[in-house]
């Protein structure tokens, strides 16, 4: 069984940073992309960023030079560093991870979501 394990979350003013972390585990076999969706009240979830399993990065334009995606993939986990956020940047964040488990085909996992909560 695999299972996404976010962490980081929490209350920050705004200006000041956070980092997410998100580790993948299980009967996994490979992870191709890993990447941060949030959603706000009363809005869908949509990408922050994400990265191939070759280091391709791609960013929503509202993050682009503020926030940092990396991953670490002998450990499968992925990290996403927000700076100079704003109140707009609240929202849950959910880790996804487009991966193999070892008894059948790729599939998108999703972990169960961190509150980011931005205060001005």
């Known amino acids: 069984q695999v299972q996404l394990v976010e962490s980081g979350g929490g209350l920050v003013q705004a200006g000041g940073s956070l980092r997410l972390s998100c580790a993948a585990s299980?009967?996994?076999?490979?992870?191709?992309?890993m990447g941060w969706y949030r959603q706000a009240p009363g809005k869908q979830r949509a990408l922050v960023a994400d990265i191939t399993s070759g280091g391709t990065t791609n960013y929503a334009d509202s993050v682009k030079g503020r926030f940092t995606i990396s991953r670490d993939s002998a450990k499968n986990t992925v990290f996403l560093e927000m700076n100079s956020l704003k109140s707009e940047d609240t929202a849950v964040y959910y880790c996804?991870?487009?991966?193999?488990?070892?008894?059948?085909?790729?599939?998108?996992?999703w972990g169960q979501g961190t509150q980011v909560t931005v205060s001005s």
């Open positions: 996804n991870a487009i991966l193999r488990p070892r008894d059948s085909d790729y599939d998108s996992y």
């Open positions: 299980g009967s996994i076999f490979s992870i191709n992309t």
